[in-house]
């Protein structure tokens, strides 16, 4: 059976920061409804559940916003509705992202006890210079505090980072992967800093952005000096330890199934006949405001779905490989037709196309990128397009992917 998962969004933040295109909003002093919130959420899941096959969970995600902005006792109670409403594995990958200046790193002791296995922590920088460019709230001792509690408190850890940073030269980045690398977290998430549409960076965008070709090396130095200390790149942004890549993100990169419960989360669910194949796929969106998504999800959460597309036939080759050519390693030549119910010939021709421009391994078992596939990602996706048409009006898309 197709895998499933669960994201939560918690979309509430200290204050919005400048590069932050997510669903969050900023608290200004306001009380944070979190029994209000957390019911809201045990209502939506319970009539997402409703419409979908039943199956364990393999992940959890609670992401936001700032998640430890929630008491333990709120994130306690919403693990204990979500159990009730679907099985778990005995292995199940439970994360809560936090950020270092959202409350006392003591707290994680409490989470840990509730059930959350794995702390995704947003880092950003340890430059209390960067930081303030960035609008975090924390310094970088205030991190390094966090991270050393984090470390001693759950089993597995990630630590977001950015890189590209205004004003970052090449020198100061090796400092910061020299230290990251001295933690030892078993996962690192590194992201380029881009100024996405509706960010106030996009807006006024800051002074002494690294170009583009410094941009281009930063990353490569990242991924050299990550190897070294034992952390292989196994997709576009993430670095693992053996055994430690992220089991909630590879279902997103393999084509599986999610549910997506809470203000603005996106989901995807599949639909079986009697035989266990699917019939069709279906992409949601949830009401994004939070205000009217709790007073939705009280009363008619049949609404909360503002969003609903079932994905076409020939959409199916550009959104698996969009996914599944993120990771080094691709995925199995079966996945394609078990999680999209198109039959390989279908996107035979594009396979071909792909590996004649060298962008494709020419491999009878698995579908994975050549090293200048993987550079040039966007291109190599490109190929999976239906249609001219279609390529030009998604061509952002598979960049900013």
């Known amino acids: 059976m197709l895998p499933l998962s669960l994201y939560i969004h918690l979309p509430w933040c200290v204050r919005k920061c400048p590069y932050c295109d997510f669903n969050s909003h900023a608290l200004n002093g306001t009380p944070l409804p979190e029994h209000e919130y957390i019911d809201a959420l045990l209502s939506d899941l319970a009539h997402a559940v409703s419409k979908i096959s039943p199956r364990p969970l393999r992940s959890i995600f609670i992401g936001g916003g700032t998640p430890n902005l929630f008491s333990a006792a709120a994130i306690g109670r919403l693990l204990d509705g979500i159990a009730r409403h679907l099985p778990l594995t005995s292995d199940i990958e439970i994360t809560l992202e936090a950020n270092p200046g959202a409350a006392e790193a003591q707290r994680f002791v409490e989470y840990r006890n509730v059930g959350i296995n794995r702390l995704s922590l947003g880092v950003q920088s340890l430059d209390d210079g960067s930081l303030q460019t960035l609008g975090r709230i924390h310094t970088a001792d205030e991190a390094r505090q ?7 408190v759950f089993p597995n850890v990630n630590l977001d980072f950015m890189f590209a940073l205004p004003g970052q030269t090449m020198d100061r980045l090796d400092d910061t992967l020299r230290e ?19 960010t106030r960076f996009h807006h006024a965008p800051p002074e002494r952005l690294p170009d583009a070709d410094t941009a281009a090396a930063m990353q490569e130095h990242i991924e050299e000096v990550l190897a070294i200390a034992g952390y292989a790149r196994y997709e576009v942004s993430a670095y693992a330890q053996p055994g430690a890549m992220c089991a909630h993100n590879l279902n997103y990169w393999q084509f599986g199934d999610y549910l997506g419960v809470g203000a603005g989360a996106h989901g995807k669910h599949s639909f079986f006949d009697k035989e266990g194949k699917i019939v069709r796929v279906e992409r949601t969106v949830k009401q994004p405001h939070p205000r009217r998504y709790m007073e939705s999800a009280q009363t008619a959460p049949e609404t909360l779905t503002v969003e609903s597309r079932i994905v076409s036939r020939d959409e199916f080759a550009f959104e698996f ?43 009878e078992t698995v579908f ?3 090293a200048p596939g993987w550079r040039f990602l966007n291109d190599t996706v490109q190929c999976f397009l239906a249609d001219s048409e279609e390529k030009g009006k998604k061509r952002l898309t598979a960049k900013n992917a």
């Open 368 to 370: 994975r990128t050549t």
């Open 180 to 198: 990251v690398c001295g933690f030892g977290v078993p996962h690192l998430s590194l992201y380029q800093l881009t100024l996405e549409p509706h």
């Open 146 to 152: 966090a991270i050393a509690v984090a470390r001693d």
């Open 321 to 363: 490989m969009l996914n599944a050519l993120r990771l080094r390693g691709g995925v199995p030549r079966t996945f394609f037709p078990e999680r999209t119910g198109v039959p390989l010939a279908d996107i035979a021709s594009m396979v071909r196309d792909a590996i004649a421009r060298g962008l494709l391994e020419s491999d």
